[in-house]
């Protein structure tokens, strides 16, 4: 049966699929002062927070370095060289 198709499946070779993968790198966003950090996000930190009244569920606040250092004085060498 011939259709007309030159490609490698109208031959009979079993060729995969083309396979689609995009790095989509994540990026974080302070909830302090609301910049954004690059893609290897080094040096911010996450804290969890709970409700002493147990109300609200805990939360997770992200920061970066420079935010990180003033509130809680978390690593000050990386806020020090932090851009």
């Keep these: 049966m011939r259709t007309g198709r030159t490609d490698e499946y109208a ?3 079993a060729v995969p ?3 689609r993968c995009r790095y989509h790198p994540a990026v ?5 002062c609301g910049c954004i950090s690059d893609e290897l996000g ?8 709970e409700d002493p009244d147990g109300v ?3 939360s997770i606040a992200i ?3 420079a935010c990180a250092a ?9 806020a020090a060289d932090y851009i």
Excluded: Q, Y
């Design 56 to 58: 609200e569920p805990t």
């Design 42 to 49: 080094r040096s911010w930190a996450a804290f969890s927070g």
């Design 70 to 78: 003033r509130e809680f004085d978390w690593r000050l060498e990386a």
């Design 17 to 19: 699929p083309k396979i």
């Design 28 to 32: 974080l966003r302070c909830d302090e």
């Design 63 to 65: 920061m970066c370095p």
């Design 11 to 13: 031959l009979g070779a």
